[in-house]
């Protein structure tokens, strides 16, 4: 059975940083893409960023590009997503998100609140 589990949210300050991460199993990791949604209050949930399964590629929403970084250590079974600079409009809870053998998968999600 697939399961991805997030870490790393909580509160921050504006223009405060942090690392997110992810640990997938029951798949080959290092065979399939990846992703970061979140969902604010009241919106509809958005795609964050994207990562190849070899990491060689990635794309991001224009509303973080330059501030969030995505990436992925097959090694280790790691997907992270560092988020700098960090605005009001990131608060959200924060989801991975990947599609293994045509079928969709999410984690449970982490909070991000960036608030004074």
């Known amino acids: 059975q697939v399961q991805l589990a997030e870490s790393g949210g909580g509160l921050v300050q504006p223009g405060g940083s942090l690392r997110l991460s992810c640990v997938p199993s029951?798949?080959?990791?290092?065979?399939?893409?990846m992703s970061w949604y979140r969902q604010a209050p009241g919106k509809e949930r958005e795609l964050v960023a994207r990562?190849?399964?070899?990491?060689?590629?990635?794309s991001y929403t224009y509303s973080v590009k330059g501030r969030f970084t995505i990436s992925r250590d097959n090694a280790k079974n790691s997907l992270y997503l560092q988020m700098n600079s960090l605005k009001p409009e990131d608060t959200a809870v924060y989801y991975c998100?990947?599609?293994?053998?045509?079928?969709?998968?999410w984690g449970q999600g982490t909070q991000v609140t960036v608030s004074p």
């Open positions: 998100h990947t599609i293994w053998v045509n079928r969709e998968y």
């Open positions: 029951g798949l080959t990791f290092s065979n399939t893409a």
């Open positions: 990562i190849s399964s070899t990491g060689g590629t990635t």
